[in-house]
DNA sequence: CGGAACGTTGACTGTCATCAATCTCTGTGG
DNA sequence: CCACAGAGATTGATGACAGTCAACGTTCCG
């Protein structure tokens, strides 16, 4: 198991983006040496793990968290999505109240710290050149989510979100992308900062426009990438930040 | 001039906050042999830097830049705040239309390739430490730019972003913080996804309130940031993100 | 079978975006 | 020094949209 996997299976998503040529693909695989040093973890749905040292960085090996906060006045704020083969360092959390990673599905974990290889110098610099590009990944991923929340109506803002968890965790098939949600309405609600109710309005008018099904109450489908890409910009973004990096990792 | 320095001058903020303990201070002095490698650069205010390779890493001397994209139909969005000492690629950026910096005030910038070190081992490993910790704290400010958008009802929202500001290119004494905003009123709506009336509108609120004081069109003075901390969670996040900086960078 | 968590729907309210008009600064040229 | 122009900022009236609260349906669990 030295390289992290997806949650589930993903087949070559066949549809084409307008990404600028200029972004890379992927990032190179996480060294095994990291391995050796890293203590496994596993954690299950729904789980919390708090950040008790800002020394320690963890490396999500499959699984999907969020990095949640409080940061009203009680509401929880979901901030940022973690996927299989991201590096999370509590540094890169702002000391908000109740920041903690949350476990969306049964996840594994490596837990390593941030001095164990100061001795390699070789390891170091591997593993400080595969940070820096997950970081930067992620840092990406939040400037698209910052766009997605803040210049997107509410009804293509879920629409983006859900082609983004689809092509992390679904299958691509002829143009349409589908997967089960490891997110409950109200999570989905608390990371798209929209209420749980308006979601539910808005996934309702999507369905009745075609442009997502549903299956049961999690398996959702989004019907047409091609359209929704299209559509809205933001969508080819996404497709370049999630469908290749996981046409790398499979 | 081997340190990034800070648009303006700085004097230590006074006022406590209750951050976490876990959180660091700041990041080490980017050594000079940086100095060596990179092309200064000098941007004039409102001039605009399109992402030529992706190769490219841009080091913040002095100024103020955003990221800039064009998410949605015609809209400009302001993605993200760069600060001196700010580390920026390409690949932090998503692949959206329109993406680019500008400055918001003439800024010195450094232009380096990524692959300019690999020869150095030594300069590899401390630079890429360098990279790595400055995009940690990019995550983290994104982060709790995220919660500030998400969470806060706009009024406050405004304040916090003031507060920011004011902590990162003002001056601080006797818990007020002033600076003069290098964003006109429709840049700062474009980054707090808000629109230029309602900010003028919100701004007025708060003078009313006496939250905050402006001289003339640009200056704004934080009246309270005591007071403003207590109040809002996110306000005692953004001191310790950029007060603490501050400190560090005089 | 019952209960709890989750999801949906409706009526109402508050907030923010929009459009348009007016006002205030700033710099330029006479 | 003043007049002017143009950008930027404010303010008002209005409509669209999302949040709130409450009730009801559904699914999943013991």
């Known amino acids: 198991m030295a390289l992290p996997q997806a949650g589930m299976t993903a087949s070559a998503p066949s549809v084409q983006t307008n990404a600028l040529p200029m972004h890379r693909a992927g990032r190179p695989a996480l060294p095994e040496l990291l391995e050796g040093h890293g203590i496994a973890m596993k954690v299950r749905r729904r789980q919390r793990i708090t950040f008790a040292s800002s020394d320690q960085i963890y490396v999500v090996q499959s699984g999907l968290l969020v990095l949640s906060a409080n940061a009203g006045s009680d509401r929880r704020q979901l901030l940022c999505l973690l996927y ?3 590096v999370f360092s509590p540094a890169q959390a702002p000391p908000l109240d109740g ?12 837990r390593l710290r941030a001095s164990a290889f100061e001795q390699d110098q070789e390891a170091t610099l591997l593993i400080n050149r595969y940070i820096a590009e997950s970081t930067s990944s992620m840092h990406a991923r939040a400037m698209l989510h910052i766009a997605r929340l803040s210049s997107l109506p509410s009804e ?13 965790l679904g299958r691509v098939s002829n143009d349409q992308v589908s997967c089960d949600l490891p997110l409950s309405r109200s999570d989905i609600a608390d990371y798209l900062s929209l209420n749980a109710d308006t979601l539910s309005r808005i996934m309702t008018r999507l369905k009745e426009r075609g442009t997502i099904a549903t299956i049961g109450r999690s398996r959702t489908i989004v019907k047409s990438v091609k359209k929704l890409c299209q559509d809205v910009p933001v969508c080819a973004a996404t497709m ?5 990096q996981q046409l790398e990792a499979s």
Chains 1, 2 share one sequence.
């Open 84 to 86: 299989p083969g991201d």
């Open 240 to 244: 370049a930040l999630h469908a290749q």
């Open 99 to 110: 920041i903690g990673m949350i476990a969306m599905t049964d996840c594994e974990l490596s």
């Open 156 to 168: 293509t803002r879920v629409a983006a979100f859900l082609l983004e968890l689809a092509l992390r």
